[in-house]
């Protein structure tokens, strides 16, 4: 069963805005990842941020996990049409085994 | 570097027919993933192996669903017989074994059960 919820499940700005998504998930996790997955192609992973953490960055991704409200963001700041894209939390439960979310259809427009 | 292999990228048959998929995970990986993915229910974990053990496949759907890592460069899903409902794209996915790891995933098997 899918545990991770990403809202929205489609999203659609203009080059150069930001793009938030969220995602919430039910069960005590270690670890919360995000990917990406172009059209076609597999799963890249984007970040990882651990249970005792609050806030990550890398590059223009900024992702933040709250514990008390099993809740996660992802932000994508000044968007690109090349991050167009599937984007999908995982919770990590476990040693490694990996729950997915359905997805945010990101569109960015020209 | 290469990343995971998976073979054939496509694959088209008709209902009753075996299907092996194969899978070469990135070199010094333990940890092998078999995921379905499909429009209804998303990403669904199928199996998972660690240092060529089954560990956790309560994802398999029923009997039909096989997996098996007989060395740490490669594993195969088969699926007989193969139904149109198992049409999917099965994506194969490697990771070192150690927690708070990332999975490295293939380009995926897009099979076509006619």
């Known amino acids: 069963s899918q545990q991770g919820e990403e809202d929205p499940q489609a999203l659609s700005i203009q080059e150069g805005e930001n793009a938030t998504m969220n995602c919430s998930y039910k069960?005590?996790?270690?670890?919360l990842q995000w990917y990406r997955q172009n059209s076609g192609r597999g799963l890249v992973h984007l970040i990882l941020?651990?249970?005792?953490?609050r806030e990550k960055h890398s590059g223009r991704l900024r992702v933040t996990l709250d514990t008390s409200k099993k809740s996660s963001s992802l932000l994508i700041t000044a968007s690109r049409a090349a991050d167009t894209a599937s984007y999908f939390c995982?919770?990590?439960?476990?040693?490694?085994?990996?729950?997915f979310g359905q997805g945010t259809r990101l569109t960015i427009n020209p | 570097d290469a990343g995971v292999i998976q073979s054939p990228r496509h694959e088209v048959t008709e209902m009753g027919q075996e299907v092996t998929l194969r899978c070469k995970p990135i070199?010094?990986?333990?940890?092998l993933f078999w995921y379905r993915q499909t429009m209804m229910r998303g990403l669904e974990l199928l199996i998972y192996?660690?240092?060529?053990?089954?560990?956790?496949d309560s994802g398999m759907p029923e009997d039909r669903f096989s997996a098996k890592m007989p060395n740490a460069s490669f594993s195969t899903l088969k699926i007989q017989p193969s139904e149109p409902r198992d049409s999917a794209v099965y994506f194969c996915?490697?990771?070192?074994?150690?927690?708070?790891?990332?999975?490295?995933f293939g380009d995926g098997t897009r099979l076509s059960i006619l």
């Open positions: 996915a490697s990771s070192p074994d150690s927690r708070d790891q990332p999975q490295h």
């Open positions: 069960t005590s996790i270690n670890n």
């Open positions: 941020i651990r249970s005792n953490e």
């Open positions: 995982a919770t990590g439960q476990g040693a490694q085994k990996l729950v």
């Open positions: 070199s010094g990986h333990n940890s």
């Open positions: 192996f660690n240092n060529n053990v089954p560990i956790d």
